[in-house]
């Protein structure tokens, strides 16, 4: 998987999800105290999937046929391990008025599933 691929296809899913928390946030009141917790779960996606794509694109051209299997593992930990440090911190520090706050972090959280799933097949394609 080409660098361009990646980045058009993180942009693609990306700037969607901002377009769309930009229009919630200043035309549906309701969803202002959501904001800030949607935006730190964008950019921690963001970040995570950059990571991954670095290190994936690494361990795809190793010569040893098991890093990237083994790397495939570690994401789906950590990324669930992470996503639950995120959503708990977010509660503990922000002490938000109530628990739905969390609410658009499972859609988030889905949408960048989804689009790292599709590059990490596409990174186990990579032949050396």
């Known amino acids: 998987m080409k660098q361009t691929s990646f980045y058009t296809g993180l942009a693609s899913v990306t700037l969607p999800l901002v377009a769309l928390f930009l229009i919630l946030q200043y035309f549906v009141p309701a969803y202002s105290p959501y904001a800030p917790f949607s935006w730190a779960s964008v950019a921690f996606f963001v970040i ?22 083994r790397f ?23 002490e938000p008025a109530n628990r739905f706050v969390v609410l658009p972090f499972i859609p988030i959280y889905v949408i960048y599933t989804v689009f790292e799933t599709n590059f990490m097949m596409k990174l186990a394609q990579v032949k050396k």
């Open 72 to 94: 495939s593992l570690m994401v789906i930990m950590g990324k669930l391990f992470l996503s639950i440090f995120l959503v708990i911190g977010y509660v503990v520090v922000a």
């Open 48 to 69: 995570f999937s950059w990571v991954v794509y670095v290190v994936g694109s690494k361990a795809a051209q190793s010569d040893n046929k098991n890093d990237f299997t």
